[in-house]
């Protein structure tokens, strides 16, 4: 059986219940070691055999749950944050349903949500917006064309970035060009519940500038929005002039 378990954004204590109990009860651990806090590896039971996947290929990975599968072992696949985001796991799907091996997916706490907590942000507030896109600049991976950052720009929405730290000058040029303001409120996480956590809040216009005076150059997380301003109306959920399943408006 091999279970993939996101490891969370980054503090060894916020992998969840589940992902914690799965890796102490591991045979094997196959790890992503440039992105996955090692601590988390103190879950693992002495004699668990563990396999850094940040040299690996594909293939190889394949081939030790294979190896371990053949032995009547336990994997767990231990990726950053939560899989589902760019944790390239259906090919690994693919693969294990080719060779007839059981596997299943535990959800873990995504760089996104462990971002907005440092920052204490809530990204969808009110009459600012009602709407998060994640995504990336393209850089060596492409994206579709419908997804370019001056289209999706367009909408104004919160927009959370992933994997382009080293982008940050065409990022932030597309981002001006697809419609936000200059002065649009922006955000750089680096390292996000981790140790070394950093924070920068700046103007979108100095995106780029902030990441080269701090020495930031990879493994953050780019925030841009209305929602890291000041302005916003208060949730109807909890206004007294509100009427809600639970509770009549006050009169």
Known sequence: MVHFVGAGCGAADLITVRGAKLLGEADVVIYAGSLVNPELLKYCKPE?????????????????????????????????????????????????????????VCPGVSAFCGAAASLKAEYTLPDVTQTVIITRMEGRTP???????RALASHGSTMVLFLSTGLLE??????????????TPAAIVY??????????????????????????????????????????????????GFTTEFREAEK
């Open 48 to 104: 668990c055999e563990i396999h850094d996947s940040a040299r690996l290929t594909l293939e190889q990975v394949i081939d030790l749950i294979r190896a371990a599968e053949a032995a009547g072992k336990t994997t767990v696949r231990l990726h950053t944050g939560d899989s589902s985001i760019y944790g390239a796991v259906r090919e690994q799907f693919d693969e294990l349903e080719k060779l007839g091996i059981e596997y299943d």
């Open 143 to 149: 994206v579709p064309e419908r997804e370019k950052i």
């Open 170 to 183: 065409g990022l932030q040029a597309e981002l001006m060009a697809g419609g936000y303001a200059p002065e």
């Open 191 to 240: 390292k996000a519940s981790w140790p070394e956590e950093k924070q920068f809040r700046c103007r979108l216009c100095e995106l780029a500038e902030t990441a080269r005076a701090n020495n930031i150059t990879k493994t953050a997380l780019i925030l841009v929005g209305g929602f890291l301003g000041d302005h916003y109306e208060r949730s109807k959920l909890y206004d007294p």
